[in-house]
């Protein structure tokens, strides 16, 4: 089976072409007229329009729908520091995403010889680098680098850019998982202000997850997060600055210890960490998402045995899986629409509105038959039912509900003008989801 797949795999990456990504023009260029609209001498118009307001560039050229996803190759998901070149089917797969759930352009980048002499991530270097990208894009993804570079690098870009800034290994996770926390929460009737959080993993995800969920009401004394030598407390002085964060004042033991009387247990770690005894020792209708892949801190089967409430993981083949398409598309989306100049706080926050929301609605007409179609067994046993269909195996929306999109897309650009951070205002956003979703399916159609 799985040497079949390794096939399949290498064969969908080769041909007919190398690759998954090419470049498609949106003008006709088949006539002498077009030839001297596309280049010389009609080019030189928009070039001045732009000289004389370079606001014009978001008018005239593909700046307004084109991100680029970059990456160093080091922390590539479920395979590690494979290198920049090895990471670009990732990248390349990436844009295909973009492309095909939100109808966002996109150029993978990975970047080489932005490394240390002991291999790690020189973070000036990629810095230094992405800034220099300002003028093409309109957005920048950063995807895969390893803490704790990664944090230095999307703090500085962030403010040293006038385009949004996104590192979707910390925020789409903790953008997901927090939809889905708030949606458990509502169905074991607790509030995240008083919930108890373990955090196993301190990398970017579980450090990002883990201020998230303090954004959205969680309290920072609430939470003990592990790394790979134990639960951070103070008396270790092995911590970066974003793990002292999170540090006990006295040694707290082991997962095993800190796990008991927990509410909500979150795995950005390795496989089978997590055992039913652990499950066990929980409070009571504990929430688990265990999010390790391919295989993630504890099966959902074994989890729910030990008397877990709710199960999520990061696996499309179990339910509530928290899976980053989710977020990233429409999030961008929203952002190009409005031309921000971050993503901020509230941003987030309402993309993760958003995807709450969803799984709360009435699923009927268009989106029930879609749903049906791409999730026939789900469908079959009734988990899109009822007037509010959220139920344990559901807090979490699919990836191919075509809700999510616009719905996320127009959540993010109303909170983005709100706190604003828009260089172009939308007043009717129940139009503009609209047009969202007529976008997406032209694009997908064409």
């Known amino acids: 089976m799985s040497n079949d797949l390794d096939k399949q795999a290498l064969n969908y990456h080769s041909k007919p072409q190398p690759g998954k990504t ?122 895969d680098i390893a803490a704790p570079a990664c944090f230095d690098i999307e703090q500085h870009l962030s403010k ?6 996104f590192h979707d290994d910390q925020h789409g996770t903790a953008i997901i998982s927090l939809a889905g926390v708030l949606n458990a929460l509502k169905l074991v009737g607790k509030k995240i202000e008083d919930a108890k959080f373990v955090i196993n993993g301190a990398g970017a995800a579980g450090i990002a997850c883990a201020e998230f969920y303090i954004t959205a009401g969680a309290k920072r004394e609430n939470f003990f997060m592990c790394d790979s030598h134990g639960v951070l407390w103070t008396g270790r002085n092995d911590l970066t ?36 005894e652990m499950i066990q020792s929980m ?77 709360t609605e009435k699923v009927e007409g268009e989106v029930a038959e879609i749903l049906k179609n791409a999730y026939p067994e789900d469908t079959a046993e009734g988990m899109f039912d009822g007037d509010n269909p959220l139920k344990p195996d559901y807090v979490i929306p699919k990836p191919f509900d075509p809700r999510v999109v616009p719905r996320v897309a127009r959540k993010v650009a109303e909170a983005g003008i709100k706190s604003g951070v828009a260089g172009k205002i939308i007043t009717d956003f129940d139009k503009y989801e609209q047009e969202v979703i007529a976008r997406i399916k032209k694009s997908t159609s064409a």
């Open 283 to 359: 409070a009571d209708k504990p929430i688990i998402f265990a999010m390790a892949n391919p295989r993630p801190e504890i099966m959902p089967d074994k989890a729910l045995n030990a008397g877990a409430a709710i199960v999520g993981t990061g696996r499309s083949d179990f339910h509530n899986q928290v899976n980053n398409v989710l977020g990233f598309p429409g999030i961008f989306r929203g952002a190009l629409d409005i031309r921000a100049s971050v993503i901020n706080e509230k941003m987030k926050l309402a993309a993760s509105e958003a995807l709450a929301e969803i799984v």
């Open 160 to 165: 040293s850019m006038a385009i949004p800034v």
């Open 22 to 143: 090419a470049l498609a023009v949106t003008k006709p260029c088949s006539t002498q007229k077009e030839l001297s609209l596309a280049y010389t001498p009609g080019v030189a118009v928009p070039c001045m329009a732009i000289k004389n307001n370079p606001d014009d560039v978001w008018l005239y050229t593909a700046k307004a729908n084109t991100v680029a996803v970059v990456s160093d190759g080091t922390a590539v998901l479920g395979l590690g520091n494979i290198g920049p070149e090895a990471g670009m089917p990732v990248m390349e797969g990436k844009a295909v995403l973009f492309k095909s759930f939100a109808d966002v352009d996109t150029i993978p980048i990975c970047l080489t010889k932005v490394f240390k002499e002991d291999g790690t991530t020189d973070a000036l270097k990629i810095i230094e680098t992405v800034e220099r990208l300002e003028a093409s894009f309109g957005g920048i993804n950063l995807e």
């Open 241 to 276: 600055p974003e793990k002292l964060n999170f540090a006990c004042d006295y040694d707290a033991g082991s997962l095993k210890d800190v796990v008991k009387g927990a509410d909500i247990l979150v795995g950005v770690s390795a496989a089978d960490c997590f055992t039913e």
